[in-house]
């Protein structure tokens, strides 16, 4: 997660890098229409199907569907922090909704920074535009790792689930994407590095132990940095990153975040997780992946719905509140009705 939000950072802040825009409500509402375009329809259809399979094999699954109604608001990550989720108990596990947190803490990014883009210039392409974006961003980056390495010793819910306290990984890879911009030379001193041995040193800090979360973090988010500049033309990570299967792995990603803990979830209510039956689960998990990104994630990104855009911001509300009361039906007034285990009667316990 912590590279991926670097990662996020780094090509949110490129792909708004000289974007025509008449003016701010013409940034604005196209920013937001194309990051709802990107992220609500396939995950409208993931929380809609894993509802309705969850009260199947759950006599309550409350916790899971508030979890996927605040996961369409994108404040999934605060209804966990506010029933104390320790995202590595094993009670987390039996939550289909529970990696929606990191999506949440991204759409609350997306929340702040298109206005940081806009009213530094950058977005508007002014002569001091980037210059104010990065001492901006740098001010804020340095207040949220402090917030980050204060808050976790003593609350690791709050740091690892609040998007204060995760905003400086996301802005680390904006940092990164103006520093190339403005400094040739830090992406010239980054491609000397050999991509291979950052890949090594972050596949060895990912089993540090616990006890040293907070330093791995930082080395975590640091590396990704250097590798992102590292990754050149002729290197062996290079033409592994650039190969067409992990390319499309990464085209399919976003649609393989929502499901894989959703079927592993579901999984553990039912047959459970055995050597025997992985390769099945993992079957499934790619052909749910592999079948949203085909029919619902690329048709709706890249079709236009309607010609005018308040159309398109309406409609995709419309589709989250209609999607959210059958969301309240399931929790409530038919809660328990779907049911197809053995209900165990209060008077016989």
Same mark, same amino acid.
């Given at each position: 997660v912590d590279i991926f939000f670097v990662i996020s950072g780094f090509v949110i802040?490129?792909?708004l890098y000289q974007r025509p825009s008449k003016n701010f409500k013409d940034f604005i509402s196209g920013f937001y229409e194309r990051r709802i375009k990107?992220?609500?329809?396939?995950l409208s259809f993931f929380i809609l199907i894993t509802s309705i399979l969850i009260c199947l094999f759950q006599a309550d699954p409350s916790l899971s569907l508030w979890t996927g109604l605040t996961s369409l608001f994108g404040l999934s990550n605060l209804y966990l922090l506010e029933k104390a989720t320790d995202y590595f108990a094993q009670s987390t596990e039996l939550n289909v909704f529970t990696q929606t947190w990191s999506l949440g803490v991204e759409e609350q990014f997306y929340i702040l920074f298109p206005f940081l883009i806009w009213f530094s210039g950058f977005g508007r392409q002014t002569k001091n535009g980037m210059r104010n974006l990065f001492l901006t961003v740098v001010v804020l980056t340095i207040m949220s790792l402090l917030g980050f390495l204060y808050l976790y010793p003593i609350n690791q819910s709050a740091a690892y689930f609040l998007m204060p306290t995760r905003f400086w990984e996301m802005a680390s890879g904006c940092l990164l994407f103006i520093g190339f911009q403005k400094r040739k030379s830090i992406e010239q001193i980054l491609s000397k590095v050999p991509p291979i041995l950052i890949l090594a040193l972050m596949v060895g800090i990912m089993y540090l132990p616990v006890s040293y979360a907070t330093v791995s973090t930082v080395a975590i988010v640091a590396l990704s940095g250097i590798l992102i500049g590292s990754l050149k033309k002729g290197t062996a990570a290079y033409s592994f990153f650039t190969n067409k299967k992990v390319v499309y792995l990464g085209l399919i990603s976003y649609s393989l975040y929502l499901w894989h803990w959703g079927v592993?979830?579901?999984?553990?209510?039912?047959?459970? @997780?055995?050597?025997?039956?992985i390769p099945f689960q993992l079957a499934l998990i790619f052909s749910?992946? @592999?079948g949203s990104y085909k029919y619902i994630e690329t048709p709706l990104r890249k079709g236009s719905w309607f010609r005018k855009r308040w159309k398109n911001l309406t409609f995709s509300a419309m589709v989250i509140v209609t999607i959210s009361g059958g969301l309240i039906l399931l929790i409530?007034?038919?809660?328990g009705r779907l049911y197809t285990g053995k209900k165990i009667e209060k008077n016989n316990i």
């Open positions: 802040t490129s792909s990107r992220l609500v329809p396939a592993l979830s579901i999984s553990r209510w039912t047959i459970g @997780i055995h050597w025997w039956s749910l992946a @592999i409530e007034p038919l809660k």
